[in-house]
């Protein structure tokens, strides 16, 4: 290779070789230079059959060693931020290697402050050749030109349904690549699934990967995705029964990125467009979620007649904890969804149909559309407690080639809508209006009984209307009461009875005693 970006120039190879079908030995080795910078790495790999049991009798495990590996590196290190595991799959000695590819799903990459590094590998599987279950289990570690560790890395790829020697068939094939960078103090990760099941499941993305998670945690922010809103390709996604798609994608951490877009189907047809998610949930303290649905699309030719159809439902969704709030019409000791923890967000579909018959005229197959239907639906939603949706449900059909035809459109809701409870219309009263004697007064009479005044009458019901969040009038009674009345000596309460007047405006403190002269006293009420 030349003139490489990343790598300047150089060259790489490998050597792969198998003996009898029960030893298999791998070599990769580059040697290169960048910017007068010469750098160079060897990785090597030994896999042999049968395997060399992990367990001593008679504590027996059901899993053997099945090939070592090792490697040096020098002027290099683990890229800081793993890529998709996706593009981590070992690489093969008996094919041209990628520059910085190794033998075990790491990538190495050019670096002045990096001195040397080392790695080692570890095969491993289930008694009896693996097939059940094998594994390259990789730990590496990189150290600075001072001498001290700079990156330690952990890497892993589990084979399902395939042999030690032979994985180029396998059908679920799990990655993890771990790295701590001391320096900055970051670690970064990344894991896949690959799923290649025939006719029963498959990966939706590059080469069968179902999709991938990413982690990523340093001293300002953190993040863990397990796939991403946009684009639809990184989303985790599986191809079910080769017919039904799925793809979805689960968050949390800080700068979450924002959710994926309706699909234009539903806002051409509405004529709207979904509210915005929350901002609370790129603080770190939620989750954001979503998925989407996918039938396999119908296009039939039922000579004479044919027959389209299309159709989709998903829904993107934040849950975070919402803390003391509450929806309106709750008691004020009750808190929505789980202990505070609430999901909302955007639900939506669409359906596209159409039915015709196919005429030949002149020699011509024309269509003549007999039903074309389209519909489309999205929705506001909350659950748990309360669990509610509200949204519009719109269409439009033809029917007889536009001979009747025309548009619907629904609003339609479902369960208790949360809204917070609105404001308390006692809010802004003032209830006390005088106390006697006032604060940090001085010169009062020994014989003084303390009173308090009031703009509202006590012990009396007060009627008010409202208008709930639902639309709905209702009368709320609110009756104001004494919780304490009280006169203080420095800690201790003095023992008096107070008395209310009867029109409710005023209490009054009936002292047993004269006061102390000289002595301060502290009033409650």
Known sequence: YAEDPLYGKGFIGGIDATFIKTVNVSVIGSFGEINNMRYWYVDAMAKFVPGIPMGIAPYQIPMDIYGFGGGAFYKMKFMSIPPPASTLTNASASELPLPGSTLSNVRLVPDARSNFGLKATVVIGTTGGGTAFNADLTLGATFSNSGGLSQVAFSGSGYFMTSVMDRSFTNVRADVVLQYDFPNKILTGNFGVMVDVPMTLKGTQAKNMAGNAFLYISKPKWQLKLGEPTPQT????????GVFNAKGYLMTGMDLPAPAPVPSKVTDLLG????????????????????SFIPPKINQDYSPFYCNLDAEIGFDMTHFDHGSERCDGMLANEKMGVNGWYSTGTGWGYFTGSLGIVANIFGDNIKYNILDVKAAVLLQQGTPNPKWFKGTLGGRYSILGGLLEGNCRFEIQQGDFCEPPPETPIAGI????????????????????????????????????????????????????????SLKKNSSIIENKYAVSPDGAQAMINNQGMLEPFTQYRLTI
């Open 272 to 291: 709207m467009v979904p509210s915005q998610r929350t901002s609370k949930i790129g603080t770190g303290q939620g989750y954001a979620f979503g998925a």
């Open 234 to 241: 990184a989303q985790v996604g599986l191809l079910i029964g």
């Open 430 to 485: 003032k209830m006390i209006s005088q106390v006697v004697p006032g604060v940090n007064e001085i010169g009062v009479d020994c014989a003084i009984s303390p009173s308090a005044s009031f703009n509202v009458d006590l012990n009396r019901r007060i009627n008010f209307e409202e208008t709930g969040a639902n639309g709905e009038k209702r009368s709320r009674q609110f009756m104001f009461l004494i919780e304490e009345f």
